[in-house]
RNA sequence: GGGGGAGUAGUUGAGUUGGUUACAACGUCGCCCUGUCACGGCGAAGGUCGCGGGUUCGAGUCCCGUCUCUCCCGCCA
């Protein structure tokens, strides 16, 4: 008789016993001498010969089996491996003295088996089922649902559910309703690529998977909802990043006849509640609150990591008149009466354990990749010397006014190590915001959270705002909204806005929620006046005939009595996963894709059978690259 | 589209100047073992060195191409 003969298959149960009494955490010295029945996984087996010790893993925990030769069923316990299922029913007992593990919480514990009956048997599993696994993960998404066994991963989607639970309470209390909008929609132009959905029912014509529902949130705004929310799921054609997955979810909130000062305390006594509830930390509120040009200048990002200092530091009043060729390329006005920026980062000595010798030429070589790779020309750096004197590739074309200026400014002493962008702002800003975190790390001036015993300074809250609401691109010659196009200018913009006047200064009524450098939240307040959204899609280059086309069912709407309206979508993935102090987002979901979009567990995306594209009026072609 | 890193037993890695039968650990399989929890002891099996081509008497190693995974830039209203 075979061992899978020999056993039931199906879990037993009887009036005395349930199929499962407790689960494989719950057992303590509470229960001895109980008879009980635990249900789970094979996850380790000591066999000694005339005792066999079994672990027995479910998502709540391991408690240890112990099989002695007086069990009927000892002689299948030996037949049993990694990964079987089984149901034990058992005595529990004390482990004997000294025995106790005090890495299990079920370690006072022990489950004497009195039968033993095998629900699944299991292959040998490709990798090991346990926390400490150091396994390439290609080979855990291929089978993700062992992976998804590991308590690491079940934490997270635990962390996960309990934080959307949270937030399904707190919006709900708020008088938020939960709505659900459509995924087949309708194709929208500007922003990210569709994924797109062929309609059988319409040849040539396609639906289009939101990357918001942005335009339904505010729909639903004009048909009085008031206060809407949905985790929605987001879909965007774009390449992928550790926090960036081609679907994605969202906290989408949108509400009604609030001013950004309304709105923000719903929002972070949200977030506050979050962190209380799963972190136990308590969040000060309300947040710090930061314009966009204080960020773009302090820290070199819209989304600043406020834990440490390395601010940036602005040098184009002193090197104004300089001689030197690349300072004065970076400061002369563009076509558009535009002029870029000379700034700075400081490592004082001081500051770090590393003082400006130390830096060497290979790390000089890397910090200039750095910059490099986020389009800037060089990194020019100047170290200061025991004596004082400044030690630099461009120290030549230095006067000594220019010299003596920046050893003040930037109070330089013996040891100060320089770097210096010079070009327009948008690159002089993406490289030293990148320099600064990348030497914040170098540093240890980033700090390290422990998530299991975070505290409240270790996470740094803020809000961005009065972003600009447009944008101007030098190839298109055209604006592009920064935000998206339904974001209306703040209110003292409206004239000039209108008119077409200074648009590279209006601010928008827009806003980010900054979490440690992680942009976990997003939103504006909305255009509302039908005259002033006509007005938008006129800049941003749409003919009324292409605007009608795309968004005449939205203009239309509008003009039936729009309340003012605004709100914010939270990025559900990147919240999981500074709650769970994870990096990769694809480690808070349950079958994320790899960076080319693939799911390697199912092969998808696939090809389809002909017969499937023809019923769809599809016809594929080979491009001539491929 | 561009740049960096990686691909060798099931898994994680080593592999010298191009040279005999490609190595280790864990895992797996068999036998033994009554207090283990990284159990232990003895033994065994396990490989198209990502794939394709080239150079060479000879390629895991050198060259060319290609695929996949990963990090980043572009992109992500």
Redesign the pocket.
């Known amino acids: 008789m075979s061992f899978a003969q020999q056993s039931a298959h199906h879990p037993s149960s009887s009036a005395k016993l349930p199929s499962r009494t407790h689960t494989c955490g719950a057992l303590h010295l509470d229960q001895l001498n109980q008879q009980v029945r635990l249900c789970g996984w094979v996850a ?10 079994i ?1 027995l893993r479910d998502r709540y925990g391991i408690t ?1 089996v ?1 099989f ?3 069990c009927p069923d000892f002689q299948w316990a ?2 049993l ?2 990964e079987f299922v089984i149901q034990v029913t058992g005595l529990v ?1 004390a ?2 003295e ?4 005090p ?2 919480s079920t ?1 006072t514990i ?1 489950v ?1 088996a009195q039968k033993l009956n095998l629900l699944s048997e299991a292959q ?5 089922i346990e926390d400490e ?9 291929e089978y993700r649902y062992l992976d998804l066994r590991r308590p690491y991963l079940q934490r997270n989607l635990v962390t996960r559910h309990k934080m959307l639970q949270i937030v399904r309470r707190h919006l709900d209390e708020n008088h938020f309703i939960e709505i659900e909008t459509p995924i087949l929609y309708k194709s ?1 132009p ?4 569709d994924f797109i959905v062929p309609s059988r029912l319409n040849p040539g014509s396609f639906y289009a998977l ?6 339904l949130k505010q729909l639903l705004m004009i048909s009085g909802m008031d206060r809407y929310f949905q985790i929605a799921r987001c879909f ?1 054609d ?7 997955q081609p679907e994605f979810s969202q906290i989408d909130i949108e509400t009604s006849f609030l001013s950004e000062e309304e709105l923000f305390p719903i929002l972070e006594s949200m977030i506050q509640k979050l962190w209380k509830q799963i972190l136990n930390v308590d969040i000060a509120t309300p947040f710090p609150r930061m314009p966009y040009h204080e960020a773009m200048s302090r820290f070199g990002s819209d989304k600043p990591d406020v834990r440490f200092g390395l601010e940036l530091q602005d040098l184009s009043d002193i090197f104004a008149q300089s001689g030197f060729q690349v300072f004065q390329n970076a400061l002369a006005k563009n076509s558009r009466g535009i002029a870029g920026s000379v700034r700075a980062l400081v490592v004082h000595p001081s500051a770090t354990s590393q003082p400006s010798e130390q830096f060497s030429r290979k790390d000089l070589d890397d910090l200039t ?2 910059a490099a ?3 800037a020309k060089g990194l020019l750096w100047i170290k200061v010397q025991e004596g004082g004197e400044l030690q630099s590739p461009a120290a030549k074309f230095f006067t000594d006014t220019e010299k003596s200026a920046l050893k003040s400014r930037l109070d330089l002493k013996p040891g100060s190590l320089v770097l210096i962008v010079a070009d327009k702002n948008k690159v002089v800003f ?1 490289a030293l915001g ?1 320099l600064r975190l990348n030497l914040g790390e170098r540093l240890g001036l980033m700090p390290k959270t422990d998530i299991q015993n975070a505290r409240a300074q270790d996470f740094a809250f803020l809000w961005v705002t009065r972003f600009p609401l447009l ?1 101007f ?1 030098d190839k298109e010659n055209r604006y ?8 209306s200018p703040r209110p003292e913009f409206f004239d000039d806005f209108i008119g077409g006047k200074n648009l590279d200064a209006i601010e928008a009524s827009a806003y980010d929620m900054v979490l440690n450098g992680v942009e976990v939240g997003g939103g504006s307040l909305r255009i509302y006046r039908p005259d002033v959204q006509a007005a938008m899609f006129k800049l941003l280059g749409l003919t009324e005939q292409e605007a009608e086309a795309k968004f005449g069912f939205f203009l239309q709407a509008l003009k039936y009595g729009t309340p003012p309206h605004g709100g914010l ?1 939270f990025g559900v993935d990147r919240l999981a996963a500074l709650l769970c102090g994870v ?2 987002i ?1 480690d808070v979901m349950a079958f ?7 799911c ?1 567990m199912s092969s998808s995306p696939s090809e389809v059978d002909h017969s499937q594209l023809q019923e769809l009026h599809i016809l594929t072609v080979k491009s001539k ?2």
């Open positions: 380790k087996r000591r066999d000694h010969g005339g005792l066999i010790f672990d240890q112990v002695e030769p007086s030996e037949k491996r990694s007992r482990r004997p000294g025995m106790v593990n890495r299990l370690g022990e004497v040998t599993p490709p990798f090991a696994t150091d396994v390439a993960e290609s080979v855990r998404l929208t500007e922003g990210a690529r939101p990357q918001s529902p942005q335009t965007r774009e390449d992928l990043r550790a926090d960036r990749k750095v790779s986020y389009g993406d990148a944008e691109d592009f909204a920064c935000h998206h196009p339904f974001t979508a990096g990769p694809r994320p894709k790899t960076q080319r979009g693939h390697v690259s491929s």
